[in-house]
């Protein structure tokens, strides 16, 4: 299985957002990404806006709907009243949900399912009647898996923040192992895998090698930083590289 890359774009509106003029724009950073070969965009409205705008998600959307139809659009963000209708509104390919608040500078953690089963299974069958596919936010825990196949998710994201932000090498080694036996039992339970937070041109490919049904990474705030060096397009086609080549790490 090759990994697809979904560009993550907040930081990139959170720099726009420093002063009240409209650079850099979401949607041509977002076309030279789609263009160097991501395979879709992703974005996190927060309630109070500080880096995606509402009113930059129907933009980005159309973006992808008109130039790029077979990328895929994820709208990831903690599931309340409004965010729902804007994601009923807009249908995204994927709705990943977070259960993140107004303090957070980034999400931080994944859900606790079992305090909110009931209404996670009610957001989960809403979304997907409006034909989205769902993804939970979860910690590298491996009982959180099958809790969420319980309420009915499609997907998993684990959160890699442990692993990718970890300096000391045992330490990183032993978040790494967290991941991939909550990545395992996700697929046990027959989930699709999902990974984020913290991903870097260098931790990516172990992660990947060691979890081959890893299906999307979502990278934002490193590729973000790797594009000041690089440029955008080139930044991408070197994580695209790591989740396009991992086949041969894993054979060999």
């Not at 309630?47 to 509402?54: A, S, T």
């Not at 930044?235 to 695209?240: E, F, K, S």
Request: aromatic share 4%; net charge negative; with cysteine.
């Amino acid at each position: 299985m090759t990994c697809k890359l979904s560009v993550n774009i907040n930081a990139i509106a959170q720099l726009r957002n420093r002063r009240n003029l409209p650079w850099p724009s979401l949607v041509n950073l977002g076309r030279i990404a789609l263009q160097a070969g991501a395979n879709g965009l992703t974005v996190h409205p927060r309630p109070d806006e500080r880096h995606i705008r509402r009113s930059d998600v129907p933009e980005l959307d159309q973006l992808i709907r008109t130039e790029f139809p077979e990328r895929e659009f994820n709208i990831e963000g903690n599931p309340d009243a409004r965010f729902v209708e804007m994601v009923e509104a807009i249908k995204p390919d994927q709705a990943t949900l977070v259960p993140d608040d107004i303090r957070q500078v980034t999400s931080d953690h994944g859900w606790d399912i079992s305090r909110h089963h009931s209404f996670l299974s009610d957001v989960v069958s809403r979304l997907q009647s409006s034909g989205i596919r769902v993804s939970l936010f979860i910690d590298p825990e491996p009982h959180l898996p099958a809790l969420a196949a319980e309420v009915g998710a499609d997907r998993v994201e684990i959160f890699t923040g442990p692993y990718g932000g970890e300096q000391d090498s045992k330490i990183r080694d032993q978040a790494l192992q967290q991941v991939v036996v909550t990545g395992n039992a996700a697929r046990d339970v027959g989930l699709g895998l999902n990974a984020g937070h913290d991903l870097t041109l260098e931790n990516l490919r172990p992660m990947i090698v060691a979890l081959p049904q890893l299906e999307e990474v979502s990278i934002g705030h490193c590729l973000t930083a790797d594009a000041l060096i690089y440029g955008m397009a080139d930044t991408v086609r070197r994580y695209r590289e790591i989740c396009e080549n991992t086949a041969g790490d894993q054979s060999g």
